[in-house]
């Protein structure tokens, strides 16, 4: 029982346009969530987190919306480098806070110069 | 800053062969430790998460085990590997009590 869900595996994107990667989750517990970015054999490191009191995070060209009615949030990124292909995880906690995390199974970003 | 240390960073191992997997973080104390894995083409599978010494919580069952000797010393370990134990693995604490910081990770194979 997946609670945490990526429904795309991968997501092609040209230079300079926006890349949008959703993620779905099913527990209502969950209220803080996160981001995080993984190149092949190394760690994921972090990207962008947020609380279930906001609906919007920004930080540079990465945009994170939180649509807790429909328990989905999504991903921006504007404009898209070829430096942001990677695998993208997102991560939701039950207790505020970013431990505990349940991961979603990954998107597969490219972007093509 | 907080610095995790895993080795080795990949490891291969014939079925029914013991492991041993070590973690040190740096830069912290008494931190929550945390032993993550990737199987191919999965998520992330939380395994173990420790809040210290000898406090060792188990998310799933499986032929793993963790052990935490040293306040920042975490250890995931198996009498007898399997095939569906093959994956990549990864040791995180918290960071800020904002997020979890990965290591490097160990690329596990077994044959």
């Known amino acids: 029982d997946q609670q945490v869900k990526q429904n795309s595996p991968s997501l092609s994107v040209q230079e300079g346009r926006i890349s949008i990667l959703n993620c779905d989750y099913t527990?209502?517990?969950?209220?803080?969530f996160l981001w995080y970015k993984k190149y092949p054999a190394e760690g994921p490191t972090f990207l962008i987190s947020i609380s279930s009191i906001k609906d919007k995070n920004e930080d540079g060209r990465f945009t994170v919306f939180l649509n807790k009615s429909a328990k989905h949030l999504s991903l921006h990124i504007v404009p898209s480098q070829p430096g942001d292909s990677a695998v993208y995880f997102c991560?939701?906690?039950?207790?505020?806070?970013?431990?505990?995390?349940?991961f979603g199974g990954g998107t597969r970003l490219m972007v093509k110069p | 800053s907080q610095t995790i240390h895993q080795w080795p960073a990949t490891l291969v191992q014939p079925v029914g062969s013991p492991l041993s997997l070590e973690c040190t973080v740096e830069?912290?104390?008494?931190?929550?430790l945390y032993w993550y894995r990737q199987a191919a083409g999965r998520g992330l599978q939380l395994l173990f998460y420790s809040i210290g010494i000898d406090q060792i919580s188990s998310e799933v069952p499986q032929n793993l085990s963790a052990s935490r000797p040293q306040d920042r010393q975490f250890i995931l370990s198996s009498k007898k590997l399997l095939l569906s134990d093959s994956g990549f693995y990864l040791c995180?604490?918290?960071?800020?009590?904002?997020?979890?910081?990965f290591g490097s990770g160990t690329q596990l194979s077994v044959l």
């Open positions: 527990n209502s517990m969950f209220d803080y």
């Open positions: 991560a939701a906690s039950p207790n505020n806070a970013g431990n505990m995390l349940t």
């Open positions: 995180a604490t918290e960071q800020d009590n904002e997020k979890l910081f």
């Open positions: 830069g912290t104390s008494n931190p929550n």
